[in-house]
């Protein structure tokens, strides 16, 4: 059965960081990913992977701040988030494919979501 789970969620204050995990139950995928969605937005990609080392995506408002990584063995993804802004106030989705064929960055690339969890961001 395909799941993923994320944790990590949590509220800090701006300045502040936080580090969200993914694991990946199922079979393996090719590309990994973080996900948001804010109150009234659209869910926009932040930071994802073709997993064992094929190249790694990052949204231009989190280059510098937030780190994607993966532990394959363990079939995990990593989002380090640093400098935390009350902008990155979301709801963090983890998310997953085989292909990723319209991209790393594009939300219909991926059939395997997880739940999400709360990132919380106070001035």
């Known amino acids: 059965q395909v799941q993923l789970v994320e944790s990590g969620g949590g509220s800090v204050q701006a300045g502040g960081s936080l580090r969200l995990s993914c694991v990946a139950f199922?079979?393996?995928?090719?590309?990994m990913g973080w996900f948001r969605q804010a109150p009234g937005k659209e869910r926009e990609g932040v930071a994802a992977?073709?997993?064992?080392?094929?190249?790694?995506y990052y949204a231009d408002s989190v280059k510098g701040r937030f780190t994607v990584s993966e532990d394959n063995a363990k079939n995990r993804l990593y989002l380090q988030m640093n400098s935390l802004k009350p902008e990155d106030t979301a709801m963090y989705y983890c998310?997953?494919?085989?292909?990723?064929?319209?991209?790393?960055?594009?939300?219909?690339?991926?059939?395997?979501w997880g739940q999400g969890t709360q990132v919380t961001v106070s001035s």
């Open positions: 998310a997953a494919d085989y292909v990723c064929g319209m991209g790393l960055a594009q939300v219909r690339s991926y059939n395997y």
């Open positions: 199922g079979l393996i995928y090719g590309c």
């Open positions: 992977v073709y997993t064992g080392g094929g190249g790694t």
